[in-house]
């Protein structure tokens, strides 16, 4: 059971990480910080969540694999602990990592490549380019135009 709880807090602690660089950190920080702090034992757990994910984007691009490490590390052994606390019971971090990795492929899921291109000759007006434009008015003043 220790092995796979090692295991489930590792992924965690590693899907938490890719998750502290996109949209979704405030969302991965709630589910983490109330895992962490659920017992009481540690009031400044979202504080260090948010001075992780800091660390991680100020840390030049040389170092930031080895941040990266770093902050997995020390949060996979935080989970794994708190895991083992609950008499090596691993639901409550089995839910949580199934949380963090819906999350994480809802984040992939929504980048999109986008290739726009002009044609057709010259354009005498503003073009806009985007996957969908709603409720859009355009007012150009005439008298400009001569």
Do not use: C, K
Not at 107 to 115: H, L
């Amino acid at each position: 059971m220790d092995s796979e709880l090692a295991v489930l807090a590792a992924s965690g602690a590693t899907t938490l990480v890719s998750l502290m660089v996109t949209d979704s950190w405030i969302h991965a920080r709630e589910l983490v910080g109330r895992y962490l702090s659920r017992t009481g034992a540690d009031p400044g757990t979202f504080g260090d969540l948010q001075n992780a994910r800091n660390r991680l984007l100020a840390a030049e691009v040389t170092e930031r694999e080895r941040t990266a490490r770093e902050i997995s590390r020390r949060y996979g052994d935080r989970l794994r602990r708190l895991a083992e606390a609950d008499d090596g019971s691993d639901e409550a971090l089995r839910a949580l990592l199934t949380s963090l990795l819906q999350l994480s492929a809802s984040t992939t899921d929504s980048w999109r490549t986008v290739d726009n291109r002009i044609s057709g000759g010259v354009q005498h007006g503003p073009v806009i380019q985007s996957g969908s434009v709603a409720g859009l008015t355009l007012h150009m003043d005439h008298a400009d135009r001569q």
